[in-house]
């Protein structure tokens, strides 16, 4: 599932899909690391696209860590799996919003 979302002032999709959130702006990314590897990412249409570097940045009250940049990314995905692992929390979608949750505390991170 892929929704649209505005958590930060970037347009992110939110992406069940993803493992790693994404990005093609390096301006998003805070202590940006020169990525070493030589992996990719396979993208919808086949496309193996390169992996430049991986760096952190906050989207209201989430830390979003190890994001992908990935220079020829059409757009930013936001991992609903590495959301979840990373800050403890539980995501909802219905037809109408969505809902970003602490499991520990049940304070709502997000609602939109």
Partial sequence: M?????????FW????GATNHMTNNPHVLTNATPYLNTDSVQIGDGKQLRIT??????????KLKNILLIPKLAAHLLSIYQLCKQNNCAVWFDEFMCVIQDKVHGKILYQD
């Fill in 2 to 10: 892929v929704a649209a979302s505005s958590l930060a002032p970037q």
């Fill in 13 to 16: 999709l939110a992406d069940t």
């Fill in 53 to 62: 570097h991986t760096g952190d940045t906050m989207l209201g009250l989430l």
